[in-house]
């Protein structure tokens, strides 16, 4: 602050002079004085000076932790729902869900991720994917009528060879990529839960004759408690529901190729 404010003991009025005032004697009689239109303007700047320290108090704080006598914040309808990812994996696989309607749900949405994946199209892991997502009667079950429905002719019919790779220069898409989840029925020790997904498959490459197209799907996993997770005992596949196709242009070969090395694949755990 300047030293010629009215709190620095300056001049006043311009005169070079100081005045003082002292107080008079009250007259009951008297009509009431006016107060003085400095000291309402004092009063103002005050009160106006206290309410904006406490509003940057007030913003400049992070929101407390909800506490017993304050409710939490609602929820934003746009934030993540769910428990935190489990940690574990096996081939590939996470494994170690909740033996919760939600870890069932968790644990269809991983399966059908990497059941959707290329791995399926190579003998070897596609054994380790059904070990480790299966329970072993179903795993063993299944094992053969696989190997015959992934066979050489599937194969080249999708631009691989035998052992299920890309010719050179080119890049085969095949994911899973789940839109939600529905329970269908839950129990601990048993579950129904359908995944709605989207997947990408075809050949990306200068001479592939089988380019990378979307399908709308729905998998449907009956799941139990088996070892301490979720493990299939049977699954089945239904067209649908597709939405109205976009208007985005199809991109061409190089750049679909390029997406899939740049751009990971996920896991779900919801």
């Not at 048993?190 to 490459?205: D, E, R």
């Not at 998998?219 to 597709?242: I, M, R």
Request: hydrophobic share 35%.
């Amino acid at each position: 602050m300047s030293t010629d404010d009215q709190y620095g003991g300056g001049e006043v009025g311009g005169t070079g002079q100081t005045r003082t005032r002292f107080a008079e004697p009250a007259d009951p009689y008297a009509p009431p004085r006016r107060t003085s239109r400095g000291l309402i303007t004092v009063v103002g700047v005050v009160v106006l000076l206290i309410a904006a320290i406490a509003f940057a108090n007030q913003s400049g704080n992070p929101e407390a932790p909800p506490t017993a006598d304050k409710a939490p914040t609602a929820t934003n309808p746009t934030a993540a729902t769910g428990v935190a990812p489990v940690d574990g994996k096996s081939a590939g696989i996470p494994k170690g869900f909740a033996q919760t309607e939600q870890g069932a749900q968790s644990a269809a949405a991983n399966y059908a991720v990497a059941l959707g994946s290329d791995g399926m199209f190579r003998k070897n892991t596609r054994h380790a994917l059904v070990d480790g997502i299966y329970t072993p009667d179903a795993a063993s079950r299944m094992r053969a009528p696989q190997d015959e429905a992934y066979s050489v002719p599937f194969l080249a019919k999708l631009g691989l060879d035998a052992n299920g790779n890309a010719p050179q220069g080119s890049s085969f898409v095949t994911r899973a990529v789940p839109v939600g989840t529905r329970v269908d029925s839950y129990a601990p020790t048993n579950a129904k839960v359908s995944v709605w997904y989207t997947g990408l498959i075809g050949m990306s490459g200068p001479k592939s004759t089988d380019p990378v197209r979307t399908t709308w799907k729905t998998w449907t996993f009956e799941l139990v408690w088996s070892g301490g997770d979720w493990k299939v005992v049977s699954d089945s596949q239904q067209d649908g529901p597709a939405p109205v196709p976009g208007d985005a242009v199809a991109s061409p070969s190089e750049d679909i190729s390029k997406a899939v090395k740049e751009f990971g694949g996920f896991t779900y755990a919801r």
